[in-house]
């Protein structure tokens, strides 16, 4: 059945129309960042930057400092993922970035997720890990790290321990925010990478 412009039919029958989400389930795609996401995602961080310890940061973010970021992860072709409502809007994101910057560090990479508010509790940022894990291992990345929290970021180490992570360490009063002192846990993960494909060349040091 073809429908012109001007039709008033704008609605195909109900038989041939797709399935609707039904609004009681989470829908959500994961697919590799683009530009136009970086101020959802820029509004996810900021939140926890404003309201929380997870992430050691104090000042919101800028729109130039995820440009930049955005620039350096595709230039390094390193995984930048965001978890998309059917109506495109951003809920969630998972990317790697380069651990250290001397040559020799240039199979490890750190991981940082970020839901948005309502987003958690839901299976998303276990989807989010998992899709960002089989991406290091496609380029051939050997490990990963995570660098948590050692305040409020219960959700976080459970994520990661599911997904193999394990603790190799700790650093107390490292951070300082809120008027109180923080540690950070380190997690970290062998990879299982495929066989080498492009990998990245953080800057000498
Ligand atoms: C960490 C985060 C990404 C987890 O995402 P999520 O969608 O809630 O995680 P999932 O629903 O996939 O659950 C993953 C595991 O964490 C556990 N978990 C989730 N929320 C939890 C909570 N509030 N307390 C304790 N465990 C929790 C789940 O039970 C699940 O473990 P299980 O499968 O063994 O039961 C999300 O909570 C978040 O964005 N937190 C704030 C930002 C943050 O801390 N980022 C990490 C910085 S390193």
């Known amino acids: ?14 038989h041939l129309r797709e399935p609707e989400p039904d609004p009681g389930t989470f829908s959500f795609t994961i697919r590799p960042a683009t530009l136009r996401d970086l101020p959802d995602v820029r509004e996810i961080y900021n939140h926890y930057v404003a309201n929380s310890v997870v992430t050691f940061d ?11 970021k955005f620039t350096m992860l595709t230039k390094l072709a390193l995984p930048f993922l965001v978890a ?32 948005g508010p309502g987003a958690g509790g839901k299976g998303l940022g276990s989807a989010l ?21 050692d305040s409020g970021a219960e959700p976080s180490i459970r ?29 970290q993960k062998s990879l299982t990478p495929k066989p080498r494909r492009r990998l990245f060349h953080p800057r000498r040091g």
């Open 159 to 187: 994520l990661h321990s599911k997904f193999g992570f394990v603790e190799v360490g700790r650093m107390g009063r490292v951070g300082f925010k809120f008027g109180r002192s923080l540690g950070t846990v380190y997690l």
């Open 1 to 14: 059945m073809q429908f012109e412009p001007g039709d008033r039919r704008r609605r195909l029958p109900r």
């Open 58 to 68: 104090e000042k919101r973010s800028t729109h130039r400092y995820w440009r930049e």
């Open 84 to 115: 998309v409502t059917p109506s495109n809007q951003v809920i969630g994101y998972a990317l790697v970035q380069p651990w250290a910057s001397k040559s020799a560090y240039r199979y490890t990479v750190e991981d940082s997720i970020y839901l």
């Open 129 to 149: 890990l998992q899709a960002l894990i089989l991406a290091c291992e496609e380029i051939g990345l050997r490990e990963i790290v995570a660098v948590i929290s």
